[in-house]
């Protein structure tokens, strides 16, 4: 069974950064572009970043852009979310899925195992 577990929600001001830590077990890790989504209250989940099994291709959510990076160390089946310069309105649990392919996908329906979610508050 795959199970993505999120890591490195906290608190913290506006302006500033947490870098978001994704742990996925399995021997194919590669073979699976990963993905970050938001919910916050109130709201529908949403896309943010993903990147494709091979780390070569990735996609942004056009409010993170240029603030937050996605990537990857397949040795250690670990997917990181770095978010810069955060915003009140990133506030948000945070979730890491695994798709079902290898190609970087922003559409949730594209993804079969989902991880718990941290949390994000970013105080203005």
């Known amino acids: 069974q795959v199970q993505p577990v999120e890591s490195g929600g906290g608190l913290v001001q506006a302006g500033g950064s947490l870098r978001l830590s994704c742990a996925a077990s399995g021997r194919t890790f590669t073979s699976y572009a990963m993905g970050w989504f938001r919910q916050a209250p109130g709201k529908e989940r949403e896309f943010v970043a993903t990147?494709?099994?091979?780390?070569?291709?990735?996609e942004y959510a056009g409010s993170v852009k240029g603030r937050f990076t996605i990537s990857r160390d397949n040795a250690k089946n670990t997917v990181y979310l770095q978010m810069n310069s955060l915003k009140p309105e990133d506030t948000a649990l945070y979730y890491c899925a695994r798709s079902y392919s290898g190609v970087a996908n922003i559409v949730l329906s594209r993804y079969d195992y989902w991880g718990q979610g941290t949390q994000v508050t970013v105080s203005s």
């Open positions: 990147i494709s099994g091979s780390g070569g291709s990735t």
